[in-house]
Nanobody
Framework: VQLQASGGGLVQPGGSLRLSCAAS????????MGWYRQAPGEQRELVAT????????????NYADSVKGRFIISRDNAKNTVYLQMNSLRPEDTAVYYC?????????WGQGTLVTVSS
């Protein structure tokens, strides 16, 4: 599985960005896709995850407390793409954002996309 992330950039505090991550290759119908981030000098942390609808009847989402109410994760299964809509961005959201694909006996990471929140 290959993951191609895009959408990072420089944005002012309070602004918005949307990240995309397209998966290609042998995609399992049962999987979890998610976004993680790593700020300079910090460990990589979970931002949000979303399950495929085949795990339950609907896709389930999970968010870090720090982004709840500001970020929205979604997916387009037909395109094997996961999105992260980031609103009300703060300087502390500055990090490299990585997408991750997880399935049975499989785990893959994208290359990362830099998000910088600064005035």
């Amino acid at each position: 599985v290959q993951l191609q992330a895009s959408g990072g950039g420089l944005v002012q505090p309070g602004g918005s960005l949307r990240l995309s991550c397209a998966a290609s290759g042998r995609i399992s119908s049962i999987n979890v896709m998610g976004w993680y981030r790593q700020a300079p000098g910090e460990q990589r942390e979970l931002v949000a995850t979303i399950t495929s609808a085949t795990i339950t009847s609907v896709s389930n989402t999970n968010y870090a407390d720090s982004v709840k109410g500001r970020f929205i994760i979604s997916r387009d299964n037909a395109k094997n793409t996961v999105y992260l809509q980031m609103n009300s961005l703060r300087p502390e959201d500055t990090a490299v954002y990585y997408c991750k694909y997880t399935a049975i006996r499989a785990e893959y990471w994208g290359q990362g996309t830099l998000v910088t929140v600064s005035s």
